[in-house]
């Protein structure tokens, strides 16, 4: 199955996750690496997760029966959810609630009954590169994963917050689209070429240049 890649913005919006073995473990690492306002409901929940979430968003010993109201509302409180339980029945009915209320969910065993799925991501400072194999094969896009770590160097999340403070100056200060994309497009191949950020007189140069032209 292939998959259309979207970014998405989840900084302290609800994330639930069922289960809280060691797939749920990865996904709140990842989740947490952006912010979400994650809360884990399982049986059982592993110290992995216990160390890095406040006890006020652990909910252990879930019994559904007696607790199923409890699991919808919070269901319908989450942008997005994780079905990550070992019990096939139990994601499948966290699936089934998910896609009622037209909630995106990752069912862990189930790649036809998730609505979304989980990239492989490599993490330069604020730039973020996800992997999909578009084969079901986890395999492939962890080695992917790792000959990009090995070729995208630290330095570039340091153009990358230059580069967004300059295109704010840009955008502020010059009204000619045409000259916007010269400075921010000279800009960005110079500063790759150097292999560091720009400092002040070259970006007056390269604003003085596209003046001239
Ligand atoms: C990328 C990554 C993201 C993440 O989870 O954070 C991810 N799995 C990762 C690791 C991993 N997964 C598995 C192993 C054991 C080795 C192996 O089986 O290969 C390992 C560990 C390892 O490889 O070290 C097994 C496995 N995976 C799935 C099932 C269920 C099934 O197949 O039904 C089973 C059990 C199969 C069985 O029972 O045997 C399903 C999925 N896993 C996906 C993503 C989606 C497809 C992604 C794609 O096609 O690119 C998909 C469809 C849904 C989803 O989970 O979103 C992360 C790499 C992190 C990194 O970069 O290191
Ligand atoms: N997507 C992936 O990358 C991936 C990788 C490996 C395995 N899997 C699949 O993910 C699932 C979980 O794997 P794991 O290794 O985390 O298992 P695990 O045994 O480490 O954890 C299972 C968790 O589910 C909880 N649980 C079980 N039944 C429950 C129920 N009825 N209600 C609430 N909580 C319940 C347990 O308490 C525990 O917290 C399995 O189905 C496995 O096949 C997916």
Avoid: W
Avoid at 75 to 94: D, G, M, P
Avoid at 164 to 177: D, H, P, T
Avoid at 184 to 206: D, Q
Wanted: hydrophobic share 40%.
């Amino acid at each position: 199955m292939m998959y259309f890649p979207v970014f998405t913005q989840i900084e302290g919006k609800r994330c639930l996750i069922m289960g809280g073995g060691k797939v749920a473990a990865r996904k709140v690492h990842t989740l947490l690496q952006y912010g979400a306002d994650i809360v884990v409901i399982a049986k059982k929940v592993c110290d992995e997760i216990k160390e890095v979430l406040p006890e006020k968003s652990i909910f252990e010993d879930f019994i559904k029966n007696a607790e199923s109201d409890f699991l919808e509302k919070e269901i319908q409180k989450a942008v997005l959810v994780v079905a990550a339980t070992s019990s096939r029945e139990e994601n499948h009915r966290v699936a089934e609630l998910c896609h009622a209320y037209h909630i995106l969910v990752n069912v862990a065993d189930s790649e036809a009954e998730s609505s979304f799925i989980f990239p492989s991501v490599v993490r330069k400072g604020n730039i973020s590169i996800g992997i999909n194999s578009g084969t079901g094969s986890p395999a492939v896009s962890k080695q992917i994963r790792c000959q990009i770590e090995k070729a995208v160097p630290d330095y570039y999340a340091d153009i990358a917050i230059f580069m967004g403070e300059l295109r704010q100056y840009v955008k502020a200060n010059f009204e000619e689209e045409a000259m916007r994309r010269y400075i921010l497009k000279t800009a960005a191949a110079k500063a790759f070429s150097k292999e560091r950020v720009l400092t002040e007189n070259e970006i007056k140069e390269i604003i003085r240049q596209g003046q001239n032209d």
